[in-house]
């Protein structure tokens, strides 16, 4: 598939890496074709790597990803530009975090909205599923480093083939179908978004910066 | 110990039996002494179990259980009592769900602020933990009904002699101490709360009403 990532900070850069890996078409966007992480990363990732503007990668790109800063993703897939986000699935791995007010950050959006739910709102023809938004980029890409892959990650999206297109992703970066848990309708997302919070504090009391995720453990 | 567990529903009346069922003196505290709920409560539970208004529960706990809504926890803390919460440990499990529009609820208090930390403003001299509000009650009284006990509780709160009492409690009930996570101040509380929009989102596609809880799952 021809997959644009728009973002090229951790999230992007690891994100499209694994995309190119798997044996995907990606296109690293960002504000100019010249952004100096995406050149670089287009160079050292093969010859299904590309950088381009956001407008361009988007609409190159069968499949979008928003791996921004949710502070910046409304204006970054305006630049995206509805024309070429519309009818695409658009996978929203960002998070709302507001810095404003220092370390740890709140958020802008939340409770009775969510960033997923503003992206949807503003890009109507976009079949926008919530996505990995819930752990870090290394272990989007790699659950199994991770206790053997045995932990999880939700979806949420209004469109159930959007949500079968992210769920084949997924498990081709290594996510058993039964660790791939459908949370339902796109207002999910703010469950998922309202995680962070929680996930920032476990973050600080982890130590030595380890990745970790979580694991519905039933009965 | 003598505890005060506020709140006859069915997190207060688990707690209340299962603090009774390790040994303590519990006081199940309601609006009324002649509440039916409570009375029915103490009647079953054996030579260790009372029922008394809230102000004669807190007066007569060395540690006080606030299992109300979050909704009336305010007001049911004042019916308790600024006088007989002062130097106690107050163990706060409730949530403050919203449910004016409906179901699943949203929060009335989130992202910048508590209910835990609203509870500590309201009473200055109670040394307030949040704790236990991540999940069902008959999870926090039973930790190894659940897959063997492997998954977490987290604890919130600015006095570290408080939150061990309450880390001990947790432990009478079940739980191992690598899964008793400490996160900090009680400013974490906003994290332990916000994850219950999840929580439901969780719970509403799991099925079967089956009890569940999380797990940190690291490297």
């Known amino acids: 598939m021809k997959i644009a990532v728009l ?18 078409s990606v296109t690293l966007g960002s504000r100019s074709a010249t ?14 790597a590309k950088a381009a503007t956001f407008f361009d990668a988007a609409a190159d790109g069968e499949v979008v990803i928003n791996a921004t800063p949710g502070a910046v993703s409304l ?29 740890p ?20 023809t976009a079949r926008v599923v919530k996505a990995l938004n819930t752990m870090r980029a290394d272990v989007m890409v790699a659950p199994e480093r991770l206790a053997g ?38 207002d999910a997302a703010r469950g998922m978004e309202m995680w962070l919070p929680l996930w920032l504090r476990i973050f600080l009391t982890q130590g030595n910066n380890n990745a970790f995720n979580i694991k519905v453990v039933t009965g």
């Open 105 to 124: 950050p709140s958020l802008s959006i939340s409770n009775t909205d969510s960033l997923a739910e503003t992206i949807q709102r503003a890009f109507p």
């Open 75 to 103: 204006e970054v897939l305006a630049a995206a530009s509805t024309m070429n986000l519309g009818g695409k699935v658009l996978i929203d791995v960002a998070n709302p975090l507001d810095h404003s007010a220092g370390f």
């Open 35 to 48: 952004n100096e992480a995406a050149v670089e990363w287009a160079a050292g990732a093969g010859p299904l």
């Open 7 to 24: 973002g090229t900070g951790i999230v992007g850069r690891t994100l499209a890496g694994r995309l190119v890996e798997v044996g995907h």
């Open 149 to 186: 892959g045995d932990h999880d990650a939700f979806l949420a999206g209004d469109d159930p083939e959007a949500k079968e297109v992210v769920a084949r992703l997924l498990a081709e970066f290594g996510w058993r179908a039964e660790h791939i848990k459908d949370l339902g309708p796109l």
